[in-house]
């Protein structure tokens, strides 16, 4: 059996940060911080999880474009609202799975990946 030479607890750390930053700001920098830890990080845990939190930002950033301009014609009032709880529901998901599982990337529902 090969032994697991990455730290748990810096996986933890740098995963929840890659995101939770989406909590940071609706902005690009809150985007800037799993693309600057997908690139500094050698962990391939690591470089996952934060592929998968850039592309639940492109998501988010998309998904919130195409429902603001639904609520021209009213139906995109209530989509908005879902959208606003995934928003914080799938990051807080993520989190408590990155400290249960440290060595297994989150992957979200219903997204579509761009990296």
């Keep these: 059996m090969v ?3 990455y730290d748990p607890d810096k996986r933890k750390l740098l995963s929840s940060l890659s995101h939770g930053s989406i909590f ?3 902005l690009v920098l809150s985007i800037g911080i799993p693309l600057v830890i997908l690139l500094v990080s050698d962990d391939p845990v ?17 998904y ?5 301009i639904l609520c021209w014609v009213l139906l995109g009032w209530p989509l908005l609202f879902l959208l606003f709880i995934g928003q914080w529901v799938m990051p807080i998901l993520a ?11 989150y992957n979200y529902p219903f997204i579509f990946h761009v990296l």
Aim: glycine content about 6%.
């Design 3 to 5: 032994a697991n030479i």
């Design 24 to 26: 940071l700001s609706a």
């Design 46 to 62: 690591i470089k996952e999880n934060a592929r998968e939190s850039i592309n639940f930002h492109v998501n988010v950033w998309f």
């Design 64 to 68: 919130g474009i195409v429902f603001g």
């Design 95 to 105: 989190i408590r799975h990155c400290f249960q599982d440290p060595d297994e990337p």
